[in-house]
């Protein structure tokens, strides 16, 4: 009994540790970000600011468009998360049930589309949204990212789909419900918190890029906020550091309340007691 | 019926931003109703700075009102990738601003106009040949240096009077020989130290100061291929500094892997007497130093070729696909006309590289080291090896790895040189068949 407490007091330490290790970096953002020039150079610096000032945030917002470029963010990172889903969910059902080799060929091509570089793949999709008239354009943006996200949504979504227990949909079938009604009203819901997770990867991804952004978009009220944040980099990686600290924290905010939204949707546990043992 | 209200409201945003999303402006910078459109990337970053790019781009445009100019924010941060894909698709903006070590591949990949029918007599005999150097790539000249910057001794001015130390002027600067007997005298041995060399990117930091020494590194041989030796001259200024670190223990090992923002702090906390910085940093020590911080600007050491160093300075380019070379370059001129370059040069505090914007009172002021910085300009050249093909590789997988491991002292001199030739060599040699 003592060895299992101290192997949960172990435990608990390890993840306390891994919280504080998680946390240290967007901590220090924060307190950054209300600092003033003066105590960013201090040698020996504090968590909390003996001085706070909003300063770097004004600065941040007089310097540059932060909200046009959030509102940019929030609209390709939601249409590629919903896009991605969208097709991803029917793919994977695809894949999940029906084990064919060209469902094998697909999962495999799935994985090793991952390996490409953005550099192999960025001029080759420059001309293609060129012709499309899609440069400079949020809409061609969420085209790339969708694309970006497939693979991996897919292979997430597979998952989710093997775990939903093909005896349900057989009941579902005997009682009379038809292939169609079988997806909508008995499997779809089972893989609600799976789409979730798929969708806030999708998310959270596009919401984080940067290369694309800032070379499919070239106008500055077209751009993102990671580009945009680019903006207040020097060469040779000198930074405002201040303000930069200001916009970061700010274009962090939108990703954590998205995630506290949605956490519940997939820790869930819908599927407790799905099925009669 | 909340999942229904949330999709109805990602419907919703998603129509909303449809008018948003389709704003490819497809015109590239082209004729307009008879009116042309320039589009000038700048990688302004500072607000003085973008301030005074965007004032003059509206200057500009009140005085032509059929030449309109589009100002575009950029940034330092992968403006190589960005620049090469926009070239790539046919989509680069007709003005490019940039650093003359990133053009060569620009250059010689031929998507940079060639100025040299474009620009105004004016602008030409204004800036001094060994600046035209740095934009010049085989016959062609494709770029305009106008902003430049030294590198210099950023010193606490406290810790130097008390010391008793002579006060180096660009008139009679520091030998390396004295600047390292000095470093030595300031350290005491316990956490002080004469000063801290921020390495992060040693190569050119090597390289540019070397040329005081004469160094030169890369040689052109009459069958054109460049080869790289090693010589006397070349060793005085890496010598210095791995001494100081590891000998004399008179400059902090800890810093040899920061950036030059990193070793503020322990500036300003008293720790170095004196941290080797570009020009620009002066911004950032006039905003972060603690009030009475007493610090002043010192020339870099001279060797026997005096205070020269190189310099790779910032450009503006024009886009070889613009089909408005004439009026990009027109725009040029006008935002490097001498008043217009002293009010760039004072945004981001650095040198102009044009003579008569250099002897504007405004950068002849004692007061934030502006004088001694002015006085260097003179002795800034080319840096070295900007237009050597294969010199980013050679710095990245040859010298960068060398030099660290040589300053932390995990080698010495010999293997040091060894790698910068030997491995060197071969690595310029697949560049030069």
């Not at chain 2, 016959?139 to 008390?162: K, M, S």
Request: glycine residues 8%.
């Amino acid at each position: 009994m003592r060895t299992r407490k101290s192997a949960r007091a172990s435990q608990y330490l390890a993840l306390l540790g891994y919280l504080v290790f998680l946390a240290f970096p967007f901590l220090w953002l924060i307190s950054t970000a209300f600092k003033p020039p003066r105590e960013l150079g201090s040698l020996h610096p504090t968590w909390i600011p003996k001085d706070p000032t909003l300063a770097n945030f004004r600065q941040a917002f007089d310097e540059q468009p932060l909200l046009d470029a959030a509102l940019n963010s929030l609209i390709a990172a939601v249409g590629a998360a919903v896009i991605a889903v969208l097709i991803a969910t029917p793919m994977a059902y695809v894949m999940a049930r029906h084990r064919t080799r060209l469902a094998k060929a697909a999962t495999g091509w799935v994985v090793v589309s991952q390996a490409f570089p953005f550099a192999l793949v960025i001029i080759p999709l420059f001309l293609v949204l060129k012709n499309l008239r899609l440069i400079n354009s949020v809409a061609g943006l969420i085209m790339v990212y969708v694309v970006w996200a497939l693979p991996f949504a897919l292979w997430m979504l597979v998952g989710y789909v093997r775990a939903v227990p093909t005896e349900l949909e057989e009941a579902a079938a005997v009682d009379g419900a038809g292939k169609v009604r079988t997806l909508v009203s008995i499997t779809a819901p089972l893989l609600a918190p799976g789409i979730v997770a798929t969708a806030l990867f999708a998310f959270i991804s596009a919401w984080n890029e940067f290369f694309f952004a800032l070379v499919l978009l070239k106008t500055p009220e077209k751009q993102t906020l990671p580009v945009v944040l680019t903006h207040f980099l020097g060469a040779e990686g000198v930074a405002d550091l201040g303000p930069l600290a200001a916009a970061a924290f700010l274009a962090t905010l939108p990703s954590l309340v998205v995630f506290a939204v949605i956490q519940k949707r997939i820790t869930g546990g819908m599927l407790a007691g799905a099925v009669k043992s | 019926m909340r999942t229904k209200r949330l999709v109805a409201m990602v419907v919703a945003l998603l129509l909303t931003s449809c008018t948003a999303c389709t704003g490819g402006d497809g015109d590239g910078g082209g004729s307009r109703d008879g009116r042309v459109t320039l589009r000038f990337q700048s990688l302004a970053w500072q607000q003085e700075s973008v301030d005074a790019n965007r004032e003059l781009v509206e200057e500009w445009n009140d005085a032509h009102p059929d030449v309109k100019v589009e100002y575009v924010q950029g940034s330092w941060d992968s403006v190589h990738d960005q620049l090469l894909t926009s070239f790539e698709g046919g989509e680069a903006p007709d003005i490019i601003h940039d650093a003359s070590d990133d053009l060569a591949d620009f250059a010689y990949g031929g998507y940079l106009a060639d100025l040299r029918g474009l620009l105004p007599e004016r602008l030409k005999s204004d800036i001094p040949q060994r600046s035209w150097e740095t934009v010049t790539f085989g016959d062609g000249v494709y770029g305009v240096p106008f902003l430049q910057e030294p590198r210099v001794l950023i010193a606490n001015a406290t810790w130097l009077r008390e010391s008793g130390v002579r006060i180096p002027t660009p008139e009679q600067p520091w030998t390396w020989d004295e600047f390292r007997a000095i470093t030595d005298e300031l350290g005491d041995g316990e956490g002080k130290y004469g000063v801290a060399w921020p390495l992060k990117e040693p190569v050119s930091a090597t390289l540019d100061l070397s040329l005081s020494t004469g160094g030169q590194l890369f040689h052109r041989g009459s069958d054109g291929k460049v080869r790289i030796r090693f010589g006397a001259a070349d060793e005085v200024v890496p010598r210095t500094v791995h001494d100081q670190v590891n000998t004399d223990g008179s400059a902090s090992s800890s810093t040899l892997g920061s950036g030059g923002s990193d070793t503020l702090p322990g500036f300003f906390g008293g720790k170095y007497a004196m941290v080797p910085l570009g020009f620009s940093y002066r911004q950032q020590i006039v905003q972060q130093a603690p009030e009475g911080f007493d610090w002043q600007v010192l020339p870099a050491p001279a060797g026997a070729d005096g205070l020269t160093q190189g310099v790779s300075p910032q450009t503006l380019s024009v886009a070889e696909d613009s089909p408005h070379k004439e009026e990009a370059a027109a725009f040029i001129d006008f935002l490097l006309q001498p008043r217009n370059m002293v009010r760039l040069a004072l945004g981001d505090w650095m040198l102009p590289t044009g003579t008569e914007a250099l002897r504007d009172p405004a950068l002849r002021v004692e007061e934030d080291g502006w004088a001694v910085g002015a006085e260097l300009a003179r002795y800034l050249r080319s840096a070295p090896a900007q237009a050597v093909r294969g010199y980013p590789e050679w710095k990245d997988k040859v010298a960068t790895p060398a030099f660290q491991e040589y300053y932390s002292g995990a080698i010495g001199l010999g293997e040091l040189r060894e790698r910068l030739v030997g491995d060197g060599n071969l690595v310029l040699a697949r560049y030069q068949r």
